[in-house]
């Protein structure tokens, strides 16, 4: 026993354990019992009411056509799982055109939005020009429109481009978002500038400055600006709507549509179809969830 624990009086055997089972906080602070189970309670509330609705279609499409799917009380797992609902919404509808479309359209935004964002976001942060706070100003005030207030004005313009009934049309109005030129912008304000210093004073100029050291230091908010591009392609329904009327140029949530307007009473093949949606965007984050959170932090608007 050392002297400052005889001096003190506390066993260290008796005094070890209580600390071990104590629970606190990231700050050291402890936590009471009750406060932890009301912590896991919210957060179970908030799993049942985000990923419940999803777990319920998936456990519906695997349902077959003799299992009751609303029996009282309800049964959450299929007795007996098949994926012949999958293979009914092939035979319904070419779905697999649809999602190759959607596919196109995605990764054209993707890519556009990733160029275009990471552009305008370093130009908005490092260069010194005159009028570069009405810039950043109008990308700020272009988030405050509504995407219904200015379609009849989009659906002109592709119309006189000639883009009406093309994948182009569908991409051009969401090439670069005005959310994703902020988050490129702020993440590369929170750059130390002595790199780029040091860089200038050694020759470099700014397409070098921004090639090799300000865009490798914000992977983590350009897979934020992917993740963000592909979902807003693959998940939007009202433009492609309005500028496609081909049939085989329909994207997926397009067709899904008609798949649920014919389809209405039959439950497990919407569910199939809604999974079919989905799926690819579960893929894209897990493959890219290391670098989504730490690009929030980079993009973080500064306070």
Known sequence: MSVAEKVQGVPPAVDAPRRRGRVTDEHGKRVRVWELALRYVLLLAVLALTVG?????????????????????PKFLPGDPTLHNYERVADTIPVWDYALNSLKV???????????????????????????RVATLVFILAMLVPVEGIIIAQFTTMRELGLNNTLVGVVLPGCIGAMNVLLMRNAFLNLPYEIEEAAFVDGANAWQRFLRIALPSVKGTLAVVAIFAFMGAWDDFLWPLIVLSDPEKFTLTIGLNYLHGTFANDERLVAAGTVIAVAPLIALFACLQRYFFRGVGEGAVKG
């Open 53 to 73: 609705p999803f777990l319920w279609q998936l456990s519906t499409s695997l349902k077959g056509p003799t299992e009751d799917i609303f029996s009282s009380p």
């Open 106 to 132: 995605a990764t054209a935004n993707v890519v556009t939005n990733c160029v275009g964002a990471a552009l305008a976001g370093y130009a908005l942060a490092r260069l010194r020009y005159r009028g570069r």
